[in-house]
T-cell receptor, first 116, second 116 residues
Framework: AQKVTQAQTEISVVEKEDVTLDCVYE???????LFWYKQPPSGELVFLIR??????QNEISGRYSWNFQKSTSSFNFTITASQVVDSAVYFC?????????????FGTGTRLTVIP | GAVVSQHPSWVICKSGTSVKIECRSL??????MFWYRQFPKQSLMLMAT?????????EQGVEKDKFLINHASLTLSTLTVTSAHPEDSSFYIC????????????FGDGTRLSIL
């Protein structure tokens, strides 16, 4: 069964601090996709990244970076030099490779508050 | 690109009425659309998956007669909450993806439904 755990329910940081959001997953599939989404107060879900299980290379996009460790079933997300606009709920999600993004299993989310 | 629009953003109505929520893909053809429900401070729960021109596939525990889904065109899906009751109050989010199992889902802005 697919399961995504985001143990951090809420995190508060002061602006310009770095912050890492943890994501641990469980799956019996040997190939799968992992995602991160951002949900700002307005409610819409913003797609941030999709990573397939073949590729364990870390990825950086501006102030965002992702660390995929297959050995520990983790896909952590780091925001460098956080800004107030980063305040949102962040969801980690998992889907199996065969159905692609058809069946997304979401974690419970981590609410990030960046204090000015 | 890949914009999904939901309408209305917020609706308040009396118990017993039916409410229709629209989900439109604005710049791509959405062969598959998904409807999620999100309770306050909780994760997204998939309600149903619909393919254009076909009947929706509902997740276990979701009443198909209560939540009517229509996906009549490649750019529009509707969710009708029939005879709504206060316990149906929630945040409903749709997503859409184009042809190809491994295409990512793009999410709408969500609809906040409040039943009095």
């Amino acid at each position: 069964a697919q399961k995504v755990t985001q143990a951090q329910t809420e995190i508060s940081v002061v602006e310009k601090e770095d912050v890492t959001l943890d994501c641990v997953y469980e799956t019996r599939d040997t190939t799968y996709y992992l995602f991160w989404y951002k949900q700002p107060p307005s409610g819409e879900l913003v797609f941030l990244i999709r990573r397939n299980s073949f590729d364990e290379q870390n990825e950086i996009s501006g102030r965002y970076s992702w660390n995929f460790q297959k050995s520990t079933s983790s896909f952590n997300f780091t925001i460098t030099a956080s800004q107030v606009v980063d305040s949102a709920v962040y969801f980690c999600a998992l889907s199996d490779y065969q159905t692609g993004a058809n069946n997304l299993f979401f974690g419970t989310g981590t609410r990030l508050t960046v204090i000015p | 690109g890949a914009v999904v629009s939901q309408h209305p953003s917020w609706v308040i109505c009396k118990s017993g009425t039916s409410v229709k929520i629209e989900c439109r893909s604005l710049d791509f053809q959405a062969t598959t659309m998904f409807w999620y429900r999100q309770f306050p401070k909780q994760s997204l729960m998939l309600m149903a998956t619909s393919n254009e021109g076909s009947k929706a596939t509902y997740e276990q525990g979701v009443e198909k007669d209560k939540f009517l889904i229509n996906h009549a065109s490649l750019t529009l899906s509707t969710l009708t909450v029939t005879s709504a009751h206060p316990e149906d109050s929630s945040f409903y989010i749709c997503s859409a993806r184009t042809t190809g199992l491994r295409q990512p889902q793009h999410f709408g802005d969500g609809t906040r439904l409040s039943i009095l």
